[in-house]
């Protein structure tokens, strides 16, 4: 009989956490080991049991979902990914995949759709709701050439810590909140800020904000007024 597949759940809802769960119950090849509800005890949890799969969403607490996926690559390169998350926005989708992602689902979608990515993610497959695939594709296709390919370049230089500073700064978070935060002294903020900026060719905040918001590291939304 052969081994199920082994998978965690990262996701900061516990409600969807438990729904998830009783949708994977329901593939006999499939088993949830762990599950966390922040990026830093996930990457813990992956550590120590090595699994098969991770099922995350994008918004966590402590880190982006996209970094998180990037950062769950370094230590195991052959998971696989699935993001359930309630973002549909293609810089946000296409993003995930160039992070390293497999499949790509909104939480309100049906179970069954939910079901087959597992499956087809499980077994090292892609799967993208039909829907918006075309516009994906599209996207991935300019994100292949010319700024947009240097930009990706350039992000890929930051450091794991950097990327995620880089997330938590474009989200307006103050140097004090995101010391706070990720335990570490505001200096060391600063300094993680000033590479960060450098690395990246940018000089206000503001360009920061629009440079995550491009990778779709950020929703704009919430800063319009």
Request: charged share 25%.
């Amino acid at each position: 009989m052969a081994l199920k597949k082994k998978i965690l759940i990262v996701d900061d809802h516990p409600m969807f956490r438990e729904g998830l769960k009783s949708i994977i119950a329901r593939n006999p090849e499939l088993e949830v080991v762990g599950e966390s509800g922040e990026g830093k005890a996930a990457l813990e949890i992956a550590k120590s049991l090595r699994p098969d799969m991770v099922v995350l969403d994008i918004s966590l607490p402590d880190v982006s979902g996209i970094d998180l996926s990037r950062q769950l690559k370094e230590i195991l390169p052959e998971i696989q990914t699935l993001i359930v998350s309630m973002h549909a926005k293609i810089d946000y989708i296409t993003s995930a995949f160039r992070a390293g992602a497999k499949g790509y689902v909104v939480k309100d979608a049906p179970s069954e759709k939910i079901l087959q990515a597992l499956d087809l993610v499980s077994r090292g497959e892609y799967f993208l709701d039909s829907t918006i695939a075309p516009q994906v594709v599209e996207r991935l296709a300019e994100g292949s050439r010319g700024s947009a390919k240097i930009a990706d370049a350039a992000y890929g230089s930051l450091t794991s810590r950097e990327q995620e500073i880089l997330r938590l700064i474009a989200e307006g978070q103050a140097v004090k909140q995101i010391s706070h935060r990720l335990c570490i002294s505001t200096k060391t903020v600063e300094n993680h800020r000033t590479s960060i900026m450098s690395k990246l060719g940018l000089h206000s905040t503001m360009e920061l904000v629009r440079y995550a918001a491009r990778l779709g590291l950020i929703d704009l939304d919430h800063w319009k007024s």
